[in-house]
């Protein structure tokens, strides 16, 4: 997969933003480095696809101090524990508690990592550490990452957004093309509804999402579908 560079301007200045193949572009500068998906002035997030299920796992790194946490111990373990030991990663924190994205957390959690989840998850965790609250903020560095309580996927579904930067981490609720899968324990109606009150409505259209699968979107790209969705029941 062809990664392509694209700069956007916003209140945080000048961003760098390496995209999945949905975008055609020129290759990132060389020394961004294998798995860096997005920078700023202050960020770095650092992204690998791990697993039979293709599951993104991101890494949210405070380029000044060199703290970082890590989203989604999805799956090899190996993989991600050195990515962990490389970057910085201190805390691990769960989307939520489906088996493709929890296959590495008690390989994590052996080797030191605090693990958090909400506690409607809590349950399909192996083991766990802490967990999350609605609105909870996560201190990584200088960089402040809120947690936003999204059910519908599964009752204990969470997204992230990192505070003063355009980029939203929806774990599977929300994806390029519409909502995620509610047929193993979630609900329609209200994975529709959160979209719409929690991600739609108060975020901008500029706005990054990044997902637990698959390729980055906007808001904006996604806000006009919303109906569509609706009609055809998924």
Excluded at 12 to 21: K, L, N, P, Q, R
Excluded at 171 to 177: A, E, M, N, W
């Amino acid at each position: 997969m062809t990664d392509a560079h694209e700069h956007s301007t916003n209140l945080s200045g000048t961003v760098e933003h390496y995209c999945g193949a949905a975008h055609i572009g020129v290759n990132p500068a060389a020394d961004a480095g294998p798995t860096l998906h997005y920078k700023d002035h202050q960020t770095e997030i650092h992204r690998v696809v791990v697993g039979d299920y293709e599951n993104n796992v991101f890494i949210v790194r405070c380029r000044d101090t060199g703290d970082a946490v890590l989203i989604d111990a999805a799956n090899e373990h190996d993989r991600l524990l050195e990515l962990s030991r490389n970057l910085g990663v201190r805390t691990v924190i769960e989307t939520h508690g489906h088996h493709d994205h929890i296959g590495a957390v008690t390989e994590m959690r052996n080797a030191g990592y605090n693990m958090h989840v909400t506690s409607e998850d809590a349950h399909m965790l192996p083991s766990y550490d802490q967990l999350i609250e609605n609105e909870q903020i996560f201190e990584i560095g200088k960089l402040r990452l809120r947690s936003i309580k999204t059910p519908g996927h599964t009752d204990g579904s969470v997204s992230f957004e990192l505070l003063h930067s355009p980029v939203l981490f929806t774990g599977d609720t929300l994806f390029p093309g519409g909502p995620g899968n509610t047929k193993f324990g979630g609900d329609f109606d209200t994975i529709i509804a959160t979209i719409d009150e929690l991600m739609f409505s108060p975020f901008s259209a500029d706005t990054i999402v990044m997902p637990g699968h698959g390729d980055d979107t906007t808001i904006g790209a996604e806000r006009p579908s919303l109906q569509t969705w609706i009609d055809r029941g998924w």
